[in-house]
């Protein structure tokens, strides 16, 4: 590779495609666009401002607020110095931005406004290497007074003022950077323990772009929305190291409440989302389709249920009656394109899933309506993605291929190992976590564990420590029961146990938009979340939901027992992470008096939990929660799809 | 550093508006009887008095609602008692009401816009040919409009009717429509009332802003004391349609006749906030 650092790709973006749109951002309602050569002018403007400041070679700076397209300036700019971007999620609560900007030793942080300086501002005293803050949206920080508190303009102009004085200052540190350069500090979200500083180089991320751009085609021509947690490494990939590499256009929605009206209006080629995005999709689609008209309802059920079952008999190779694929043209007409069209996917060539399983019904469901999902696996530590499947294979139960210059090897524990330039460089400042986590011969543990099968697809069954027995031997994949309950458009969230135990019992947390929309359609008054799982007609149906869900899972594994948590699973509370994924230990550990109720045969359990407002001021909340029991475990209509 | 968040950072700027031994009755009901208040430009304010005090017949006065019986209001040298609304808004003075206002079957944009009517210029009919100024001021205000859909953090609702928008947010776009006028002086009818917390704790942020973004001289009326005696520069308190105290929150809040007379008995701060 001739261009070895993401600054070096900029300025030759800036050459090559000087006035092609490199950036959108929607401001006051339009659409603005900046080209390959005006980010890269704003982004040199910037480099100097934060030279003139004395910022060099292995400064690291922090960026925090949701996706703006100064934010990714920002962090390129510190790379053109050498320096390091340390991305953050802009609802992180103070005990965790301290943690991570102490750790991180930054210098540097750019934030997006008011909120998010008050937030840092609070924290000063406990950062003594913080030298700078910088903001975006100068708005109600007017009447600060302090020397380390910049707006973006300032440090740009004085950028300016330096530049002049010292003209190619930004293009020779640019010279200077090697590929081996920390680039990015990327925090791991920390399903175990707390997070830890993934370093990753210039040529990390690069291998694992080069990788995907091989295998995937990727266009210059594409168009991406940035909406995604910037501190989650599928952005800072696509949005950041993609990009550069084959210089699409990013687009940086208006705010985050606009995200879906944005998705239409522009029409993105390309997605990338967690499953949650893609199931909240889902289930948004069907409170709209419940809301509607009786007439309306019926043909997009009757057509749900054509697509999906066509989809399953292109599955299982056979082919679709001529009678069906009539219906499914007219099906295109009626539903499935109106639906992409209100998904904001109807010129998406491909949409991606990825950083957890999706459940195989969800991931049906898409693919039935025509959308062009499909599974990527990769992790923070493998700078974003190391296999995903090719067009024509997508089935739900693979990861797909790995991306060329990356092996794969199962360890004899099952546990998945990869080798490739894209494994990352340690973890900063925790050399036996590294150690613990690369071998001395270079592979990194996933801490996945799966097999590859006939086709050279590479299976993920769950994470290796999850994976259990039933009492009577039977194996236990509690992520693979979670997913088809979360298929429900009535579960925002499920935990499973069963390890060790004789039989398999969920903690469940509502979704509080269908159920207190199904809520409404059924006379149910309700006043709160912990109100409404309170409801025994709430428990009803989600035992229905059960039962239905049961058919569908062997035997010896089918939920018995479950009860309705009185409270959202929040990361403020450490019990999912920032993007999202159940802490299953932390849980397990919170409600272990739930955990021991359901199998000592309680009717109902009390629990005391404790909640974080986001100011991270903690109260206690104790209630006395019911467990149901779900009966007639029904048999299994189809075998289970997993090993 | 977060105490500069408060009131009383504002400099205090020229005499403003004056409102001298102003009275209203209505009948036998003397609902504001011979106040005096002058307010300097970028002020913030408040009016507090207990139900009936006479707080909304003042505003009235100052917006042209009402013409007061006696005494004189004079906004920027300009005798303004008695003047028609369209007149009062044309100079500058901006309100929102206790009860919304807002034309429901329109969308938050439209109502918005709406504000900006008195500094449009083009005729009926090149605003129905949309040509040449007709366009040109168009665009011009729907920018404006737009900073302010910023500002006050209604992108997601643009297009949306107002009608079904929740209450703290149909008090944001009302907030809104009266800020589009551009206004120099704005006068807050309970902007709070009626909300849960967290919308009380937006729309005070929201109020200091406007105060401290573009200066604008704000008089409010607000039941929340907590609200209050936060966000103000300065309080006038009325009693049954006479002004008993003014002064700094502080002063306020030491004020014996105050504590008396509004306030009941002799409470703390903190019994006052809750």
């Not at chain 1, 027992?561 to 999912?576: S, Y």
């Not at chain 2, 809104?176 to 902007?191: G, H, Q, S, T």
Request: proline share 5%; charged share 25%; with cysteine.
């Amino acid at each position: 590779m001739t261009v070895s650092t993401l600054p070096r790709l900029l300025r030759r973006n800036a050459e090559t495609m000087a006035s092609r749109p490199a950036m959108r951002e929607k401001n006051h309602g339009i659409w603005e666009t900046f080209s390959w050569a005006q980010y890269w002018a704003e982004v040199r403007d910037f480099a100097l401002g934060l030279a003139a400041q004395g910022v060099c070679r292995g400064d690291k700076l922090a960026v925090i607020g949701d996706n703006r397209p100064r934010l990714y300036w920002a962090q390129l700019a510190a790379q053109c110095l050498g320096g390091t971007a340390v991305p953050m999620y802009q609802d992180s609560i103070a005990t965790e931005l301290v943690f991570v900007l102490d750790h991180a030793e930054v210098s540097v942080v750019v934030a997006e406004d008011q909120e998010q300086v008050e937030k840092i501002l609070s924290l000063k005293r406990e950062l003594p290497r913080l030298r700078l803050i910088v903001y975006d949206d100068a708005r109600g920080l007017r009447h600060y007074r302090s020397a380390d508190l910049q707006s973006f303009d300032q440090v740009q102009a004085a950028g300016r003022d330096f530049g002049a004085l010292h003209p190619g200052f930004v293009e020779a540190e640019i010279d200077k950077g090697e590929p081996g350069d920390l680039a990015l500090l990327t925090y791991t979200s920390g399903t175990t323990g707390r997070p830890k500083g993934v370093m990753l180089s210039h040529a990390n991320l690069l291998t694992s772009a080069t990788g995907f751009v091989e295998a995937e085609d990727i266009r210059a021509t594409d168009e991406l929305l940035c909406y995604l947690p910037m501190a989650w490494i599928g952005d800072s990939l696509f949005s950041l190291v993609l990009t550069l590499l084959v210089g699409f256009t990013c687009n940086c929605p208006e705010r985050p409440q606009t995200v879906q009206r944005d998705l239409r209006e522009l029409g993105p080629t390309i997605a990338i989302a967690p499953p949650r995005i893609w199931e909240n999709m889902l289930t948004q689609l069907r409170v709209r389709a419940a809301d509607s008209t009786p007439f309306k309802r019926s043909l997009f059920e009757f057509f749900r249920s054509l697509a999906e079952q066509a989809e399953a008999r292109k599955a299982e190779g056979k082919p679709v009656p001529p009678i069906r694929r009539l219906g499914l043209v007219l099906g295109e007409i009626l539903v499935y394109a109106p639906v992409r069209d209100q998904l904001g996917l109807r010129r998406a060539r491909w949409v991606y899933t990825g950083g957890a399983p999706l459940g195989p019904d969800t991931f049906r469901f898409f693919r039935s309506f025509g959308i062009n999902i499909k599974q990527v696996w990769g992790s923070t530590e493998l700078a974003g993605l190391a296999s995903l499947q090719p067009d024509r294979q997508a089935d739900p139960d693979t990861v797909g291929c790995v991306i060329p210059g990356t092996e794969v090897r199962i360890a004899e524990d099952g546990e998945v190992l990869i080798r490739s330039a894209a494994v990352f460089k340690g973890y900063y400042k925790q050399s036996d976590a590294t150690r613990e986590t690369i071998t001395e011969d270079g592979w990194f543990r996933t801490g996945d564990s799966g097999f590859v099968d006939r086709r050279g697809h590479l299976v993920i069954i769950d994470r290796a420590r999850d994976v259990g027995k039933l009492a009577d031997g039977t194996p236990f994949a509690p992520q693979f029961i979670e997913n088809k309950l979360k298929f429900s458009p009535y579960i925002a969230e499920a935990v499973a146990f069963g390890d060790q135990r004789s039989f398999v019992a969920a903690i469940v947390a509502v979704d509080l938009t269908t159920v207190g929309n199904w809520g409404e359609r059924h006379n149910l008054a309700y006043t709160s979340f912990q109100d409404l799982s309170a409801k025994h007609e709430v428990r009803r149906l989600i035992s229905e939901e059960i039962a239905e869900v049961n058919v569908s899972l062997p035997r010896a594994a089918q939920i018995r027992r479950f009860l309705l948590l009185n409270k959202e699973f929040d990361a403020d509370d450490n019990e999912i992470t920032r993007t999202r994924k159940i802490r299953r230990r932390f849980v397990a550990e919170k409600y272990a008096a739930i955990v021991e109720a359901f199998y000592r045969g309680d009717p109902e359990v009390e629990v005391t939990t404790e909640i974080t407002y986001e100011d991270g001021r903690k109260a206690r909340l104790t209630s006395t929660i019911v467990i149901e029991d779900v009966f007639e475990p029904a048999e299994p209509a189809r075998e289970p799809a997993y090993a | 550093m977060s105490g500069d968040l408060n009131g009383g950072n504002t400099p205090p700027g020229e005499v403003q508006l004056t409102i001298s031994e102003v009275s209203k009755h209505f009948g036998g009901v003397r609902a504001v009887e011979a106040v005096t208040v002058s307010v300097r430009s970028g002020e913030l304010i408040s009016v507090i008095g207990p139900n009936g005090a006479g707080k909304t017949s003042l505003l009235n006065m100052i917006s042209g609602f009402y013409q007061p019986d006696t005494g004189s209001i004079v906004f920027e040298g300009t005798e303004i008692a008695g003047s028609r609304p369209s007149h009062v808004a044309a100079l500058g003075i901006a309100r929102t009401f206790q009860n919304i206002a807002l034309f429901s079957g329109m969308t938050v944009l439209d109502n918005i816009m709406l504000g900006r009517h008195v500094h449009m210029k083009a005729g009926v009919l090149s605003s129905f040919v949309y040509w040449g100024l007709a366009q040109k001021e168009e665009v011009a205000h729907r920018a404006r409009v737009e900073e302010l859909i910023e500002f006050l953090e209604l992108e997601d609702l643009r297009k949306q009717p107002t009608s079904g928008l929740a209450y703290g947010l149909r008090k944001r776009v009302e907030l809104a429509r009266a800020l589009a006028l551009d206004p120099k002086l704005l006068l807050l009818d309970e902007p709070m009332g009626g909300m849960n917390q967290e919308e009380k704790e937006d729309m005070a942020r929201f109020i200091l802003d406007v105060n401290q973004q573009w200066s604008t001289t704000i008089i409010l009326i607000e039941h929340d004391m907590a609200v209050v005696m936060d966000i103000s520069d300065r309080i006038a308190v009325l009693d049954r349609g006479r002004k008993i105290a003014e002064g700094s929150p502080n002063e306020v809040q030491r004020n014996p006749d105050v504590i008396r007379a509004y306030l009941g008995t002799a409470k703390t701060r903190e019994e006052v906030a809750a």
